[in-house]
């Protein structure tokens, strides 16, 4: 694949619409960042620990997923994982080998609560404050999602997301964390990608807990939101760091119309609708939007809705969160049945039954990902332009592909221009005015990719699974240069 094709999307069907395509390239090479912008790396718990059974942990919906038949590639658990959980402090000592300013992880909800309500695991928070402690040792500022996929398996069997109650445990399980580590965490998430646990988890059901139905897909998208204003409420209120910030993560989804023809830019409209704004919306501003209430009529008319949730919902918050790895481009066709004699066909564009995905066909990840980083800019300037003065930062970025260790390297140069060029994107989004604040590379290390397995590895250090030897890809000693001089270094800058 020739990166130099990688920006000019080339779309089936229509051309594409007149949105900018700032530049043939995106790598730009020597620029500076603001002194105090923060380059990190992130996880999350399942996906690295293992030690599943260790300490009074209990079992999550994943622990349950991933053990059934037919839902994971090559039937892969999170049982071993990285083995993270008995390897800290040598993934510790690599992130500050690469000069990390902070480390995005989250906390394995059933550790501190083996069923999701009750009693305090003390093992568990020993677990979380060797993490914190050594990287406060190291230097690097420790960056906290609470909730990143692995519910308590108890809570799922009492209903889980769909299930109101869930918001109030969640909410409790905050109040926990905020007192037991609040005194050294800098900045908190409480939700990791919420459209994916409630798409993905309970609308498709290609996550756990692998449920498909429309109504609890959005039962619990109200309950996830009320969760993080819960939670941020619960912290508040036990986190003793008056300096604490708080937040939340998205995935975004920048959708690009086929063309500018008004049904592509109206269908555009309503994926924005049902995939972003059923968060951004109450979240940001105490609102579901009547376009989302109208879409998704044909399920609920949201009488789950009680007085006082918005309220709840819409909490102040100091920075948000952007997972962002691909745009996706759409356009209107011929409506669709979505459903015969009342069963539902999933999809994660729930009620728009005149949207089609257009494929493209730019160089793509080995996720199938296309490679498109002026898409990162746009959205951006987007979320600047919707949520003024709002804080931003990108808490995922990164790509998947795998390259072998050879001699005692692994040599990723797809992913150095990956991340060149996303980060060029970030750049030039700062430029234009968009308030970014820092950038945290998805992943520290190579690890469990939920239903994909292990197959496809996201990490700037590879894992090998059958010794555990981590190997720094040339990603990370090109990262580690950045983090260092915070100046975009050529992509053979790998020392
Ligand atoms: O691995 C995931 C992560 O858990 C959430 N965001 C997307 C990543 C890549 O798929």
Excluded at 90 to 114: E, G, K
Excluded at 215 to 234: E, P
Excluded at 235 to 251: C, E, G, H, W
Excluded at 253 to 275: C, F, M, W, Y
Aim: charged share 25%; glycine share 8%.
């Amino acid at each position: 694949m020739s990166p130099d094709t990688a920006v000019r999307p080339r779309v089936e069907g229509a051309p594409m619409t007149a949105e900018p395509v700032l530049s043939p390239d995106y790598r730009d090479q020597g620029h500076r960042f603001p002194d105090d912008f923060v380059f990190g790396s992130a996880t999350a718990s399942y996906q690295i620990e293992g030690g599943v059974h260790e300490d009074g942990r209990g079992p999550s919906i994943w622990d349950t997923f991933s053990h059934t038949a037919g839902t994971t590639a090559n039937g892969d658990t999170g049982d071993v994982a990285d083995d993270h959980y008995h390897r800290l402090d040598t993934d510790l000592d690599l992130m500050a080998r690469y000069h990390l300013d902070a480390y995005r992880f989250s906390i394995a909800w059933p550790r501190i609560q083996p069923t999701g309500s009750g009693p305090v695991n003390r093992a568990g928070i020993d677990f979380y404050n060797r993490l914190i402690d050594g990287l406060l040792e190291r230097g690097i500022s420790p960056t906290c999602t609470l909730y990143h996929w692995d519910l308590p398996q108890a809570l799922e069997d009492a209903g889980g997301w769909p299930n109101r109650d869930t918001a109030e445990r969640f909410a409790e399980y905050a109040a926990i964390c905020g007192e037991a580590f609040g005194d050294r965490i800098e900045q908190w998430t409480t939700l990791n990608e919420p459209w994916c646990t409630a798409h993905l988890g309970y609308g498709i059901g290609v996550h756990a807990p692998g449920r498909q139905d429309p109504l609890d897909l959005l039962r619990s998208v109200h309950t996830l939101n009320l969760a993080h204003g819960l939670g941020v409420q619960a912290l508040r209120s036990s986190v003793q760091r008056p300096d604490a910030k708080y937040s939340i993560t998205f995935n975004l989804q920048t959708v690009i119309p086929a063309s500018d023809a008004p049904g592509d830019l109206e269908v555009a409209e309503k994926v924005r609708h049902v995939n972003n704004r059923l968060f951004t919306s109450p979240v940001m501003f105490g609102r579901y939007e009547p376009e989302l209430l109208e879409i998704t009529r044909r399920y609920t008319d949201w009488g789950f809705v009680r007085d006082g949730d918005l309220q709840a919902i819409h909490q102040p918050i100091d920075v948000l969160g952007l997972n962002w790895y691909t745009p996706a481009w759409v356009k209107q066709v011929k409506p669709f049945a979505l459903e015969s004699e009342g069963s539902w066909i999933p999809t994660t564009n729930i009620g728009v039954d005149d949207v089609r995905a257009v494929a493209s066909d730019l160089p793509a990840t080995d996720m199938s990902w296309p490679i498109e980083p002026s898409g990162l800019e746009r959205q951006l300037l987007d979320m600047a332009a919707e949520f003024p003065g709002v804080p931003l930062v990108i808490t995922e970025n990164g790509c998947a592909y795998d390259d072998p260790v050879v001699g005692g390297r692994c040599h990723d140069a797809r992913r150095v221009d990956y991340l060149t060029r996303h980060i060029s994107a970030v750049r030039r989004a700062m430029s234009q005015g968009a308030p970014v604040v820092g950038y945290y590379v998805w992943s520290l290390m190579d690890n469990f990719e939920w239903a994909e397995g292990y197959g496809k590895r996201f990490g700037i250090t590879h894992v090998d699974y059958e010794t555990q030897v981590r190997t720094p890809k040339d990603s990370a000693l090109w990262y580690s240069r950045l983090a260092s001089t915070k100046i975009l270094p050529p992509t053979d800058d790998i020392d």
